[in-house]
C-alpha cells in the first residue's frame, strides 16, 4: 500500500496531495452548510408568504387566478418541503422563481405551507 502512488514519489508529494484533499473536502462541505437551510418559523412564514406569495396563491395559499391552491390541491400526499423549496428557487412550469429571499425567509415560508397543509381538517 504505502510503495504505491502518491507516496512511492516521497513523502513531500504524499502530503501534498492529502492537503489538496483536506481543501477540497473542507470547500465541498461548506458549500452545502450554506445551502442547508436553518430552521423556519410558521409564524414569521406567514408574513413572507403573503409577501412573496400570496399575489399569486392567496395569502393563505387557498389559490388565486394565478396560481393554484397549496394545501387542498395536492390531494392526500401533502407538497413536500424540498418541492416547495424547489419551486421558489427554481421556479415550476409556470410558476417564475422567486428572487430575493435569504435562506432564513425560505425555511420560514417552507414551514408555514407545511404548517398549512398539515393543519388542514
Ligand atoms: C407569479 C405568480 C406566483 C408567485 C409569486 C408564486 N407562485 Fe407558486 N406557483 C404559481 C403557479 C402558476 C404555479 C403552478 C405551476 C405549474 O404547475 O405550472 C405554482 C406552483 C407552486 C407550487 C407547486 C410546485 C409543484 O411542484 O407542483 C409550489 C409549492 C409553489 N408554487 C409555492 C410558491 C411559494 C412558496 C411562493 C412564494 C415564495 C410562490 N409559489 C410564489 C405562481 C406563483
Known sequence: MIDRWPFRHGTALGIGVL?????????????????ALPMGYAA?????????????????????????????????????????ERAIRDGAGAMPAVEGLDNQDLADIIAFVRYLQTDRP
Open 44 to 84: 414569521a412564514g406567514e408574513y413572507s408568504f403573503a409577501d412573496h406569495c400570496g399575489g399569486c396563491h392567496g395569502s393563505y395559499a387557498g389559490g388565486t387566478e394565478a396560481g393554484p391552491d397549496l394545501v387542498e390541491a395536492s390531494g392526500a400526499a401533502p407538497i413536500s418541503a424540498i418541492a416547495v
Open 19 to 35: 492537503v489538496l484533499l483536506t481543501v477540497i473536502v473542507a470547500v465541498v462541505m461548506q458549500a452545502s452548510a450554506d445551502r
